[in-house]
C-alpha cells in the first residue's frame, strides 16, 4: 500500500491549477468518521453536527449560501434545502416462522432474513401463512420483449426473486451481458412487485450478483428506513420488504419441491413462468413506528460573473448508516469514512479552491445531499426541486467514496455511460499522466447507486467519479487488494473508519484533475450532452431550447 512514506507529499496539482491539500483532507474524514458524528444518520443528532460543520466550512471556502429561499425576502437563500422524508422503524422483535409440512421453523432477523421497516403507511406488519412464489428475476419489460409474471396473480402472496438481470451469470443476453440495467437493481424489483399488489418481496441474497455480503444486506436494511414523501407509498412499497440467505432460500425450495439452481437456470429464459413453493408458507409480525421528518442538503455556490443562471455542479453525500446493530467487537456506530466522507471532503477542498480564484463565468454549485444510503433521496429531491434549473445546468460531477491511498495511473466512473463528459474527464487526465478504466463491475450497477442518476435520468450530463485501482506503487495487484479487502472487511460496517496512515495523496492529485473538468465547463459556452444513442439523450435534447 502507497501510505506512510508519501504523507510529506501534502500537496497535490498541474499545469497552473491550484493545489490540494492531503492533509486537510485527511482531517476533514477524521471529524466526518469520528464517534461525535454517530455515523452521521439523517434526523439524528449526528445530522446536526454534519451540516452545522459543512455550513462553516462553506463560509469558509467563501460560498455563497445556495439552498431554499427565505421566506419574505426576494432571491435571499438559507444554506440548506429542505428535504422532508418518511421514517420508517421497526419497534420491537420482529417475529418469523416458517410453515411447511415437517413443521414451523423460527428465523432470526438480521441473520437468516434482513426485513426491512414497511414504508407502505402500515404501523404493524402482520400475516399468516402467507404463500411463497418464486418470479424469477421479477422483470417485466416489454422493449425486450420479457416477462417474468405470465399474468400471475401476486396479491397476499410473497414473491421471492433473484437479484441482477437474467444475463448475469451468462455474460450474454438481453439485459446487457454482465453490465447491470436498472432490471436488476433491488429498488426496482421492490417496486416492480408493489405495482403488481405482492403481499412482500423476498430477495435472495448472492454474493456475486448482488456485487456485495450478507453483512452488508443486514446492516443496510435492518436500521432505520427512509423514503420520499408520497402520495400513493402503496405503489411503491408492499408491506414487506426483505432479503434471505442463499443457503435458506435453497431449502426452503426443496422443502417446496423444487430445484433452486433448475429454476434459477429456467428463470434466465424467456419461458419462465412464476412457480409457487408448495406447502411453505411464512408467518410474520413486527410493529412499524411511521412518522414525516425533515433532514437536509448543504448548498453553496460561486455565483458566475457573465452568466450566473447557468450552473456547474460538484455533489457528494454527506450521511452514512448511523448507529446500527453491534459488530462482533461491540461496536455499533458506522463511521463511514470511506463511505462518503472522503467524497465530502473532496467537495470541501474543491469549494475552497474556487473560493480563492476568480469567478468564472458560469456560477459553481456545491451541493452535499442527505440520505444516499437509503436510496438516493436527497439527490432524488434535489432532481425533483431543483434549486438551480436542470435545462440550464452544464453538467454534475459526483464524488462517492474515494480512495484515501496514493495516486494511480487510472480513474474510473460508475457505469459504462456515453456522455460528452467523459470525453472531456478522459481529455483532461492526460494533463495528469491518468487514463480511463471503465467500470471494471459493470455487473454491480454502480451507475444506480451513486447521486448522479437522479440528474441523469433527467437529462442532465451527469457522472460519478471513480478512484483508479492501478496504483503507482503496487500497480493492480496493490489496487484491487485494496478494493476486495474494503468490500469485504469495511463497507457498511462499524469498520469503515478514519487511518492515520492513510496519505490522501491520490485523492489530491485527482482533485485538480476534478476542478480543471468543472473550471472548463464554468468558463466554457458549451453545453456538453449524452451520445447520441444514450437513453438519456432525447431527455435532455427536450429542454434545448432553454439553454442559449
Request: contains cysteine.
Amino acid at each position: 500500500m502507497f501510505i506512510c512514506s508519501l504523507l510529506a507529499a501534502a500537496t497535490a496539482h498541474a499545469g497552473n491549477g491550484p493545489e490540494f491539500d492531503a492533509k486537510h483532507l485527511s482531517q476533514d474524514v477524521k471529524v466526518l468518521a469520528s464517534d461525535e458524528f454517530e455515523g452521521r444518520g439523517p434526523n439524528t443528532a449526528g445530522e446536526n453536527k454534519t451540516v452545522a460543520f459543512l455550513i462553516e466550512q462553506f463560509k469558509a471556502a467563501g460560498l455563497q449560501p445556495a439552498g431554499d429561499l427565505l421566506k419574505g425576502q426576494k432571491n435571499v437563500r438559507s444554506w440548506t434545502q429542505d428535504v422532508p422524508l418518511g421514517r420508517f422503524e421497526i419497534k420491537g422483535p420482529v417475529k418469523l416462522q416458517l410453515h411447511d409440512a415437517k413443521g414451523n421453523q423460527e428465523l432470526k432477523q438480521g441473520e437468516d432474513m434482513a426485513v426491512r421497516a414497511a414504508m407502505n403507511g402500515s404501523k404493524k406488519v402482520d400475516f399468516r401463512n402467507a404463500p411463497l412464489v418464486f418470479v424469477g428475476y421479477g422483470v417485466n419489460a416489454p422493449e425486450r420483449k420479457w416477462d417474468d409474471f405470465k399474468g400471475f396473480d401476486l396479491r397476499g402472496k410473497l414473491a421471492v426473486v433473484l437479484i441482477n438481470d437474467p444475463d448475469f451469470e451468462t455474460g450474454v443476453g438481453d439485459f446487457g451481458g454482465k453490465a447491470m440495467t436498472y432490471y436488476g437493481r433491488w429498488t426496482y424489483k421492490y417496486e416492480e412487485m408493489a405495482r403488481r399488489g405482492a403481499l412482500g418481496t423476498i430477495i435472495v441474497h448472492e454474493t456475486a450478483p448482488a456485487s456485495y455480503g450478507w453483512a452488508t444486506v443486514k446492516n443496510s436494511n435492518t436500521n432505520v428506513m427512509y423514503d420520499i414523501v408520497r402520495k400513493q407509498p402503496a405503489m411503491a412499497h408492499a408491506s414487506m420488504e426483505a432479503w434471505i440467505q442463499r443457503d435458506l432460500a435453497v431449502d426452503l425450495f426443496k422443502r417446496g419441491g423444487q430445484d433452486f439452481e433448475a429454476l434459477k437456470k429456467l428463470a434466465q429464459t424467456r419461458n419462465f413462468k412464476p412457480v409457487q413453493l408448495q406447502g411453505v408458507t411464512l408467518t410474520a409480525s413486527y410493529a412499524v413506528d411511521a412518522q414525516t421528518i425533515v433532514s437536509k442538503n448543504v448548498a453553496g455556490r460561486v455565483v458566475g460573473s457573465t452568466h450566473p443562471e447557468q450552473t456547474v455542479m460538484y455533489s457528494a453525500h454527506w450521511d452514512h448508516l448511523g448507529v446500527g446493530l453491534p459488530d462482533a467487537k461491540g461496536d455499533k456506530i458506522y463511521n463511514g469514512a470511506v463511505d462518503n466522507a472522503t467524497g465530502i471532503a473532496a467537495l470541501l477542498e474543491l469549494a475552497r479552491a474556487y473560493g480563492k480564484a476568480p469567478a468564472p463565468q458560469r456560477s459553481v454549485l456545491f451541493l452535499a445531499v442527505t440520505a444516499e444510503e437509503k436510496g438516493l433521496l436527497g439527490s432524488e429531491y434535489y432532481a425533483a426541486y431543483p434549486l438551480y434549473p436542470l435545462a440550464e445546468t452544464v453538467g454534475a460531477i459526483n464524488m462517492d467514496a474515494l480512495s484515501p491511498y496514493g495516486p494511480a495511473r487510472n480513474f474510473t466512473i460508475s457505469g459504462s455511460a456515453k456522455l460528452d463528459l467523459l470525453d472531456q474527464l478522459i481529455a483532461k487526465a492526460k494533463q495528469y499522466d491518468m487514463v480511463y478504466a471503465p467500470d471494471p463491475k459493470p455487473e454491480a450497477g454502480h451507475f444506480f447507486r451513486s447521486d448522479h442518476f437522479p440528474l441523469a435520468k433527467r437529462g442532465v450530463p451527469a457522472i460519478s467519479f471513480g478512484s483508479g485501482d492501478d496504483w503507482i506503487e503496487g500497480g493492480l495487484a496493490a489496487g484491487h487488494k485494496s478494493e476486495e479487502d474494503y468490500v469485504v472487511n469495511n463497507y457498511h460496517q462499524p469498520s469503515d473508519e478514519w487511518k492515520a496512515e492513510w496519505p490522501f495523496t491520490g485523492m489530491a492529485r485527482d482533485l485538480g484533475l476534478l476542478y480543471g473538468l468543472g473550471r472548463d465547463l464554468a468558463e466554457s459556452k458549451d453545453w456538453p450532452n449524452w451520445a447520441q444513442d444514450a437513453e438519456f439523450r432525447i431527455i435532455r435534447d427536450a429542454s434545448a431550447s432553454k439553454r442559449r
